[in-house]
């Protein structure tokens, strides 16, 4: 199985912040990835797939790039409203694998 | 909208089994892998395998395989999960998730089944 290292494991930053997270693989996979939100209680949301094409809705702040096997998810100008835990997946080979997960939250 | 619509909260004793089901709306049911995910606290997101309802095709992780089968009703538009041989490492939350484009990723999700093994 691709593993997935995702990094920080936790975060804390300011509104106005911009904020990197970053996901490395154990293997290639091209720029199969994709990103989620999942905010507490709920289920995840897709933010960005093919590691940097913003989904319809979300909002401009996020982007998201990548290729092989370093990936990074930007977020400017930090919002109260991105308080979540973001993972990202990937989705080159089964079992497609998840990151274990950044949690956000805000200073 | 596409929505997903999952059963209920359920509390299972060891060694049990567990069905969920995921009711879709919104979109043509046939023509969209369906993906089930659980989270738990000891694993964080693991994919347990999907489903095409066109012919009942499915996928399971090695994981799971032997242990897990997906099933769907077209005619209700409903895919369900049943896994056996419970224990208490399958405590956790169990989602289905739509695939948009047949590539393994999840565009819209469904709202979680939590699922309880306890003795």
Request: aromatic share 12%.
């Amino acid at each position: 199985d691709i593993q997935m290292t995702q990094s920080p494991s936790s975060l804390s930053a300011s509104v106005g912040d911009r904020v990197t997270i970053t996901c490395q693989g154990s293997q290639d996979t091209g720029n199969y990835l994709s990103w989620y939100q999942q905010k507490h209680g709920r289920a995840p949301k897709v933010l960005i797939s093919a590691a940097s094409v913003l989904e319809t809705g979300v909002p401009s702040r996020f982007s998201g790039s990548g290729y092989v096997t370093n990936f990074t998810l930007v977020i400017s100008d930090l919002q109260p409203d991105d308080i979540a835990t973001y993972f990202c997946l990937q989705y080159a080979l089964l079992p497609v694998t998840f990151g274990q997960g950044t949690r956000l939250d805000i200073k | 909208q596409v929505q997903l619509v999952q059963s209920g909260a359920e509390v299972k004793k060891p060694g049990a089994s567990v069905k969920v089901s995921c009711e879709a709306s919104g979109y043509r049911f046939a023509a969209y892998y369906i993906h089930w995910i659980r989270q738990t606290p000891g694993q964080g997101l693991q994919w347990m395998g999907c489903i095409y309802p066109y012919n009942a095709a499915t996928e399971y992780a090695p994981n799971f395989q032997g242990r897990v089968t997906m099933t769907g009703d077209s005619s209700v538009s409903t895919v369900y999960m049943e896994l056996t041989g419970l224990t208490s490492d399958d405590t956790g939350v169990y989602y289905c998730a739509r695939d948009p484009r047949g590539l393994n990723w999840f565009d819209s999700w469904g709202q979680g089944t939590l699922v309880t093994v306890s003795s």
